[in-house]
Each structure stands twice: as structure tokens, then as C-alpha cells.
């Protein structure tokens, strides 16, 4: 039935836009309006006062008496009577009478009937909730029963969803829950109260044989790709970027090599090699490079015979640094502009770590949670996998990599602060609805520029999916689609979707270990921190790329911080690119175009306040910017709409 075709339209309108605005806010009242919407759409009696809809089902006195008050200022403003509020029980009845008049003539109708479904054995899906309390109960031990703490701790292995913790934000499910529906299915026999111990039925027993044979199954057609993974595991194979198992749980005994072929051709939208970089092979590290034009004889930095080591297995808590970033801020000046030519560019010695002198690790933005409630999930999880996070505040990204030094004081005594350096790795995870958000509040591209202005080679966007009502998911799926395809083809960055983030832990979990088989076995070139300017950093990195491909030359963590600070990176030309993309359509491309023209704020209001403010004037400011890039005929350009819009902000119209 339309809207147009309802009983009540006006009221159903009304309804329809309070539940438009409630799903625009992701508010859990949106069901609410969404009952109330149907109901009233459903029902063929025609209502004289809001009052009278409380004998629907779904609508309450809460939704009759903001209804009520919408129809008093409707009648007000069309200058129509309010119609009278019913009184006494009278009109009730007879609406309660009518309506059940319709329910049994709806009743009465025959409805078609339903074909007969063959009944399949029931077979949990391959590491859920279910499969795992199964896959546990068939080993129960000596008693043949186990209580829940048990229980859990044996199946977590086994399922790729969490036994605690919820895998969304906004749900409440978690992989226990499956225990109903295997008692449902009387699978599982539950005795004793109040602690409750849990074994198999006969029927379970039977589920818990079919698991087994479609996983023998799987493990034989699979055998071959199953071996060659578990001789690169043990470090017989060099390491692979695209071959490296990121979507195979470490914890979870039977990964099918099925599941694998599925994820990894659902998860790359466009045929992109992840992180754009060679493999380096730990047994062959690189060849020294003939001395370049800003580079001078090494300082060799080696490793004692002192091993500083962390010990691994017995502490797994994570790191936790309180150190700021804001003590970075003056650590690099801000220096004189660079010209064309490279002869300007600063000469130097680079610091080399040798190989066994640091270490890699892994650095979390302390922002990064799973929930409020739950703010250490993402560090405990990731040292479940045997990752320990390093928490500190990031002023970019949510996730990097750095090379720790073993032997504190090294760097210092070698012209870099402190005993990191930062590697050319960095994460950018984001939800379906803060990606949303960022959209619209223009933080995506904000981030995506100082992204770029940061010198880092491999960026990576993590899209984690998260479940938005359809309406909501309709409205921005081209604006989503838009964002990641960008991502990838403008930006050229890498694109990772993952389901739940669990799935995005262990993904992070799988790239330090693919960037310990990288960096450990070879080298390290360390710019020095005096001879970096905010000026001078992105052309001298850029000339050390192109010069020495093969070699990597990175800064020290309190440098990096120093850079990306807001309130270092910011130059007026920054701000006024900024300023510039505010304005809708204008994208950073043309935004860049535009300053070439009018390097700063100041030239770009002279250039329309010289147009003139008479109507002949206010014709050239509206075609001013269109004019001054025509010459330019791909995303760069601006149509006449646009610059139209570009005076209405910054012109005398």
C-alpha cells in the first residue's frame, strides 16, 4: 500500500518523517517509529483525532500525543478546526470492534500454501559459535561433563567470533549464545544449578561426526596448499606480501583452505598488489648501494654482545608509554622553502641498524576501541595472537610499525632522539559509520591529505564492516563506493575489508609479522633529525626513493611525531586549501589548481574585488576561476556551477 493510498496519510507523513530522522541519527528508537509506520499503514479505518491510534498496535501515548500536538500547529497555520479529542470509552470499543472485523475477513482469505522443504541434517557453519561448543563437548575429558569456564576456554580456539565480547558495537551477541540454539536442537545435555555442566547427546554426537568428515574432507582436497603454508610458517620459504595468510586464525586449529579462496577474492574490490612494495627475502638481505649524491660513508650501528630480547612468552601485557606527542612538536623546524633543483636538498650521514639490533613492533592509537565499555579489547586480543601493541596517542593513523632499538641511547648518541624508528607502514582503520561520518564532516579527506603529507610509502585503510539500516545504507552506498574506489585508484593506497574486528585484529597481527620477516634481517638507514626540516622532508625523501629504490631511509619516531603535528604541518597554503574545500565539489585536485593561481587568501579576494561589484562586475566574478582553468580538461577543471559557488563564498556578489 502507498502512503498516498493510506486511510491517514497526514498522520502516516508525520510518522514517516520522525522515523526518517531517527534512522538518519542511528537511534534505537527508529524500530519504535518503524512499528508505528507500519501499523498505521496497514490499517484501513479512518482516525479523527491522533488520540484515538493508541488501539493500534506499536503506537503508544507517547507517539498519539506528539502526533496531537503536530495537528494543533497544522491546524493552526492552515487556519483549520482542531477536530475534538474523543471522550469516554464509547469510540474506543467501536474502533477495537472494527478492527477486529478486518482481522478476521483478512483471516477468511486463503492463503497459498507452502511448499514442503526436505529436511537436511543440521551441520553448524565451519568456525561459528556452534561449531566450536561442539567441537569442544566431543572431547569433555575423564568426567565427560564441563562447566562453562572450561568450556569457553577450549572452543575459543576453534571459532573466529569471541565467547565475552561482542564482535559489533551495537549488538549484544556473542559466540555463547550459540548454546541456546544447540539446547533447542537438544544437542547438548545441561545439568546442576546454579553452576551448570554441559555434555553432548546422542543426536550431538551424530552433528559432531558429520563436522569431522566435512573437515577431512576439506583438509584432503586441500592437503597440498595446507603443507606448503605450514613449511613457509616454520620458515623454510621466503616471505610473501600477497601469499602471506591473513585471513587464517593462527589460534584455530582447522582453517579450510575453501574459507581461505573465498575471503581472499571478497576482499579485493580492485586487482591492487597489496602495499605496493618488493619482498625481501630474510636470507638475502639488500647489497650496500654506491654513495648517492645526499648520502655519505655509513656510521655502522651494531648490536653488542649484550642481547637485549623480550621475553615473548611469559609477559604478553601490552606496552603501556605515557609519552606525549606534544614534546615533539619544536623538535623540527619549520625551515625556508625548497627550490626546484635538488642541489638545495641537505647532505648527510645516514645512521645504519644493523640487523638483530632492534626489533619491530607494533604501535596502537590508545582511541582505538572495541566499545567505551570495553577500551583494552583490540591490545588484548592482538596479544592473544602473540603481538604486543605499544598504546600511545598518534597524531596520524590509528596503527604504525616501528623499529625499536634493543639498547636504549643508541640513536642519541648518533643524531636521532630517542629509540624508535618509524617504518613505512601506517593504518587507517575505519567502521562503515565513521566512515560515513568522516564523509560528510570532511574529515576523510583531511585525513587522506595528511595522509599524503606525512612521506609514508605504504598506507593502509582498514574498512570494517558494520551492520547501518538499509534505508541509511541505500542513502550512502555510492557515497561509500566513491570513497573506497578512491582510496585505491586516486590515492593508490591499500584497501583491506574486513567482516568484525576480530577479523581485523588478526589481519594486523599478520602484517607484523610479515614486516618482522621483512626489517629484522636487513638493515636500517636513519636520516638524522638535524638535517630535517618541514620544508625540505618530502622533496628529500622523495629524491632518496627515486635515487635508491632498493634502500629504505627512515626518521626516528619523536621526528615523525614533530612533522605530522597539526600545528607544524599547517602552512598558510595548507589552510587555504582547507579553506577552499569547504566549499562542496571542490576537491583537494582543484583546490591545488586553484592556489597555483592565487597563491594565498588575500591575492584571491583582490582578484574578484578587481572584477568590480556592478552587475557587469558580478558576471566575471561568477566566471572568474572557470576562466582563469579552462585550459584544464580532466578532474582538475572547474565547470561554471562550481565557480559560481567559489564567488558566492570569496567574491563581492
Not at 488501539?55 to 487556519?79: F, P, Y
Not at 576456554?153 to 559489533?168: C, L, N, R
Not at 608509554?321 to 642541489?343: K, Q
Request: proline share 6%; glycine share 6%; aromatic share 8%.
Amino acid at each position: 500500500m502507498a502512503d498516498d493510498t493510506c486511510a491517514n496519510p497526514l498522520f502516516l507523513g508525520w510518522i514517516k518523517e520522525w522515523w526518517d530522522i531517527e534512522r538518519e541519527r542511528n537511534s534505537k528508537g527508529a524500530p519504535t517509529y518503524k512499528r508505528a509506520y507500519n501499523s498505521l499503514k496497514s490499517c484501513p479505518l479512518i482516525f479523527q483525532h491522533p488520540s484515538e491510534l493508541d488501539v493500534l498496535s506499536g503506537i503508544g501515548a507517547k507517539i498519539c500525543q506528539r502526533l496531537t500536538d503536530k495537528l494543533k500547529r497544522h491546524c493552526e497555520e492552515n487556519g483549520l478546526p482542531m477536530p475534538k479529542h474523543p471522550k469516554g470509552r464509547k469510540r474506543k470499543r467501536e474502533l477495537e470492534n472494527a478492527l477486529a472485523e478486518v482481522a478476521v475477513a483478512q483471516n477468511e482469505q486463503p492463503s497459498p500454501p507452502k511448499k514442503a522443504r526436505n529436511a537436511r541434517p543440521y551441520v553448524p557453519k565451519l568456525n561459528s559459535g556452534a561449531y566450536a561448543l561442539l567441537m569442544a563437548l566431543s572431547d569433555p575429558g575423564p568426567s565427560g561433563y564441563m562447566d562453562k569456564t572450561a568450556l569457553i576456554a577450549k572452543a575459543q580456539p576453534y571459532s573466529e567470533y569471541s565467547f565475552t565480547v561482542p564482535s559489533m558495537a551495537n549488538k549484544s551477541y556473542t559466540a555463547w549464545d550459540a548454546m541456546k540454539a544447540l539446547d533447542d536442537k537438544e544437542l547438548v545435555h545441561i545439568r546442576g544449578r546454579p553452576t551448570k555442566r554441559y555434555s553432548l547427546t546422542d543426536e550431538g554426537w551424530q552433528v559432531v561426526k558429520r563436522m569431522k568428515e566435512a573437515r577431512d574432507l576439506v583438509d584432503g582436497v586441500g592437503g597440498n596448499a595446507t603443507a606448503s603454508r605450514t613449511a613457509t610458517a616454520s620458515g623454510s620459504g621466503t616471505s610473501n606480501v600477497n601469499r602471506h595468510d591473513e585471513n587464517i586464525n593462527p589460534n584455530r586449529p582447522d582453517s579450510g583452505v575453501k574459507r581461505e579462496i573465498k575471503r581472499e577474492s571478497r576482499y579485493t574490490p580492485l586487482d591492487l598488489k597489496p602495499f605496493g612494495s618488493a619482498t625481501v627475502s630474510p636470507e638475502k638481505p639488500p647489497q650496500p648501494k654506491p654513495r648517492t649524491a645526499t648520502s655519505e660513508p655509513i656510521v655502522v650501528l651494531d648490536s653488542d654482545e649484550e642481547d637485549f630480547r623480550y621475553d615473548e612468552v611469559e609477559d604478553r601485557k601490552p606496552i603501556i608509554r605515557e609519552t606525549t606527542n606534544r614534546e615533539y612538536i619544536d623538535l623540527v623546524a619549520d625551515g625556508d622553502a625548497v627550490p626546484a633543483d635538488e642541489s638545495s636538498l641537505p647532505h648527510f650521514t645516514p645512521i645504519r641498524l644493523a640487523p638483530g639490533s632492534f626489533t619491530v613492533e607494533l604501535v596502537l592509537d590508545t582511541r582505538e576501541v572495541q566499545a567505551k565499555n570495553n577500551r583494552d579489547h583490540i591490545q588484548e586480543e592482538l596479544c592473544k595472537l602473540g603481538v604486543r601493541p605499544i598504546m600511545r596517542s598518534l597524531e596520524l593513523g590509528d596503527v604504525l610499525w616501528i623499529a625499536k632499538c634493543k639498547q636504549p641511547g643508541w640513536l642519541n648518541r648518533l643524531g636521532a632522539e630517542g629509540d624508535e624508528v618509524v617504518l613505512d607502514y601506517i593504518v587507517e582503520r575505519k567502521r562503515l559509520d565513521d566512515l560515513i561520518g568522516s564523509i560528510k564532516d570532511g574529515r576523510f579527506r583531511e585525513q587522506k591529505y595528511r595522509l599524503k603529507r606525512s612521506g609514508m610509502k605504504n598506507v593502509i585503510y582498514v574498512i570494517e564492516h558494520f551492520t547501518l539500516d538499509q534505508d541509511i545504507r541505500k542513502k550512502y552506498q555510492e557515497a561509500m563506493d566513491t570513497a573506497m574506489a578512491s582510496i585505491q585508484v586516486v590515492n593508490g593506497y591499500f584497501l583491506k575489508k574486513t567482516d568484525t574486528i576480530a577479523e581485523s585484529i588478526r589481519y594486523l597481527a599478520a602484517v607484523t609479522d610479515m614486516l618482522k620477516k621483512i626489517y629484522e634481517a636487513k638493515p636500517l638507514f636513519v636520516i638524522p633529525t638535524k638535517v630535517l626540516t618541514a620544508k625540505n622532508y618530502l622533496p628529500l625523501i622523495k629524491h632518496l626513493r627515486e635515487k635508491e629504490p632498493s634502500r629504505g631511509h627512515y626518521i626516528s619516531y619523536p621526528a615523525f611525531a614533530s612533522l605530522v603535528s597539526k600545528s607544524e604541518m599547517m602552512t598558510l597554503g595548507d589552510v587555504f586549501l582547507k579553506m577552499l574545500m569547504c566549499i562542496r565539489r571542490l576537491s583537494g585536485e582543484k583546490a591545488i589548481e586553484i592556489r597555483k593561481v592565487w597563491k594565498t587568501p588575500y591575492e584571491l579576494v583582490k582578484a574578484f574585488e578587481a572584477c568590480g561589484t556592478d552587475e557587469n562586475g558580478k558576471k566575471k566574478q561568477r566566471a572568474l576561476v572557470a576562466s582563469m582553468l579552462s585550459h584544464l580538461v580532466d578532474r582538475r577543471s572547474v565547470d561554471k556551477g562550481l565557480s559560481e559557488k567559489i564567488a558566492g563564498v570569496w567574491g563581492f556578489l
